[in-house]
């Protein structure tokens, strides 16, 4: 099964619309930075991955420039210290990984084989209506290893589609 075939047509990959001034990774290495595995380019080049320092665990902060829908995440990563269980939260601003437990995540997965090698995860997508942004706790990865890797993250979705009453009225006015 393609990648293509499970994402529905109307679902753009959201890269054009992360404010990148207010990204954020907790507890990634500094020489394996979050924009390997989210920025355009970067994510396409085998040779770059985020990774975690202290620990398996990363906590990732994605900023929206506009509102998105999210419809579903893709993660792609090596079969050792690739993510196993994700957590999503929807909106919520400046967590830690000291409070990352005190939040119900708007959805959670535990990631196979097959998420790791492309197959994207399908949200729930009632809980992704109106994101202005998206944290990501990855709390463990599928082996025992010290750190956790991401080669790749693509976000789904699509934009809000928002009306400018301003412009309704100029346009009634001529």
């Known amino acids: 099964m393609s ?10 990959d959201l890269q054009d619309f992360v404010d990148w001034s207010g990204v954020e990774c907790l507890n990634q290495n500094s020489g394996h930075s979050l924009v390997n595995a989210l920025k355009q ?16 665990q990363l906590l990732i902060y994605i900023p929206f420039t506009q509102v998105v829908k999210l419809h579903s995440i893709l993660f792609v990563g090596p079969e050792e210290e690739g993510p196993r269980t994700v957590k999503l939260f929807a ?7 000291s409070n990352v437990n005190d939040y119900l995540p708007s959805d959670s997965a535990i990631l196979s084989e097959e998420n790791l090698k492309g197959k994207p995860i399908v949200l729930k997508y009632v809980k992704f209506q109106n994101v202005r942004s ?14 956790s890797k991401v080669q790749k993250i693509i ?20």
Do not use: C, P, W
């Open 3 to 12: 990648i293509a075939s499970t994402i529905q047509r109307s679902q753009v």
């Open 41 to 56: 380019g970067y994510r396409d080049d085998d040779g770059l991955h985020l990774e975690s320092d202290a620990d398996e």
């Open 91 to 97: 909106n919520k601003e400046h967590m830690g990984f």
């Open 134 to 147: 998206l944290t990501i706790f990855v709390e463990d990865n599928q082996g025992s290893a010290e750190t």
């Open 155 to 174: 976000l789904y979705g699509t934009t809000v589609e928002t009306t400018n009453v301003k412009d309704l009225k100029k346009i009634e006015e001529h």
